[in-house]
């Protein structure tokens, strides 16, 4: 007799049957699962630094100390402070540490608090794609609606506001941004950004702004949206420590807005995850105080790279935007007439290089690929290398 525990899925909600695995950390796992260790991996968007050391000690030592408890829900004050002092000095935006502002496990949290926050059913949530993968996925576990809209290299993968307004109903409610830009690297500048900003007024909407590469942006100084003319109140700005400072399995971020917004999120925030660990958090003022040195010569590095591996590509004769921000490359592979997941799984088997194809970011992914160039040198020309001799192959076939 068969028992009626022997499927679980029954019990689960539909919205969570129906979200699908993250395409990026699929990638991943094939690459973590496989037992050939000449694989080149271009795919996670991790920093291949380690830690500064004096932020790790900052950590240990405090450990030492004995500094194991909870922290107050919203974050160590003092580390509240010192993220108000650096959004002013390097983005121009003022938050009240007391009110504005939440110390988060990560910038997904930050985006995750402020959809459920935000969202009634039915609700649309505008997402210029293509983008990082999560939040679409978190808009439908929220009971939203996730509106993409298309972006096109020819317009340097930016937001336009003729493609927003055309989106926009009367059910349109937040308008998520990120900029610099996962996959594609493009950025947008304060006169871009205008435009985008009035729309944002007229209709009423919020804007989730996040910011997570804001230091990584290469030709200019990175514009924060809130920045922007009445723009602040309107705006949920996330970022965090993982990209810039090299702090991913850290897991720290925050989310700052108008106080109304940030004590509904941080109900959240206080019966879900309680505070970020005190130990990460440490290790974050440590960072803030201390680490821009560090934060500048890494950026720089990425910098070299990036030119590095859009040089590499047109070489190979692949289509290239040329990332403004970010450590990610957006290469076009529609000339091989393989779909981007084709590709990257043949790319993968054949040329031992794993990339993410681009199909999963969403509207407009499909026929690139997405390549971190947050790797060695060494290791982004064996890469470059291997993809030039897959194209040719592909070619010959052809």
Not at 96 to 121: K, Q
Not at 148 to 176: M, Q, R
Not at 246 to 252: D, E, K, L, N, S
Not at 319 to 336: K, L, M, R, V
């Amino acid at each position: 007799m068969t028992s009626k525990l022997d499927s679980m899925e029954r019990y689960l909600t539909p919205r969570v049957r129906a979200i699908p695995p993250s395409g990026i950390r699929r990638f991943f796992d094939l690459v973590s699962a496989s037992k050939d260790a000449g694989i080149i991996s271009l795919g996670v968007g991790e920093p291949d630094f380690i830690t500064p050391w004096h932020v790790r000690e900052a950590c240990v030592y405090s450990l030492e100390r004995g500094k194991t408890q909870y922290t107050s829900n919203a974050g160590m004050p003092e580390l509240r402070e010192a993220i108000g002092e650096y959004l002013y000095e390097r983005f121009h935006v003022a938050y009240d540490p007391a009110h504005e502002m939440i110390v988060t496990v990560g910038g997904s949290e930050a985006i995750d608090l402020a959809l459920r926050a935000l969202i009634n059913p039915g609700d649309e949530i505008l997402i210029p794609e293509p983008c990082y993968v999560s939040y679409s996925p978190i808009t439908t576990i929220g009971g939203g609606v996730a509106v993409g809209i298309e972006t096109f290299a020819k317009d340097g993968f930016k937001l336009t506001a003729e493609s927003l307004k055309a989106k926009i109903t009367p059910h349109s409610k937040v308008l998520i941004l990120c900029y610099p830009n996962n996959p594609t690297g493009s950025v947008m500048t304060y006169e871009e950004m205008l435009p985008i900003a009035k729309l944002v007024e007229e209709h009423d909407l919020l804007v989730i702004s996040d910011e997570i590469y804001a230091e990584l942006s290469y030709d200019r100084n990175h514009c924060s949206f809130a920045s922007l003319p009445g723009m602040k109140d309107r705006t949920l700005l996330v970022s965090g420590f993982s990209k810039a400072f090299a702090m991913t399995g850290w897991r720290m971020g925050y989310i700052c807005g108008h106080r109304e917004l940030i004590a509904a999120m941080l109900k959240i925030h206080q019966y879900t995850v309680m505070c970020a660990p005190i130990m990460g958090q440490v290790a974050a003022l440590e960072a803030l105080k201390n680490g821009m040195e560090e934060k500048d010569r890494m950026m720089e590095s990425y910098n070299q790279r990036r030119r590095l591996v859009v040089k590499g590509f047109r070489d190979i004769g692949m289509d290239c935007h040329e990332p403004q921000g970010a450590f990610y490359a957006f290469p076009c592979i529609s000339s091989t007439g393989l779909t981007s997941e084709e590709f990257a799984f043949r790319l993968l088997n054949e040329a031992k290089v794993a990339a993410v194809p681009g199909h999963v970011f969403g509207l407009g992914g499909e026929g690139f690929l997405r390549c971190s160039y947050a790797t060695s040198v060494n290791q982004l020309l064996e890469a470059l290398e291997r993809i030039g001799k897959f194209m040719a192959k592909l070619s010959q076939v052809g």
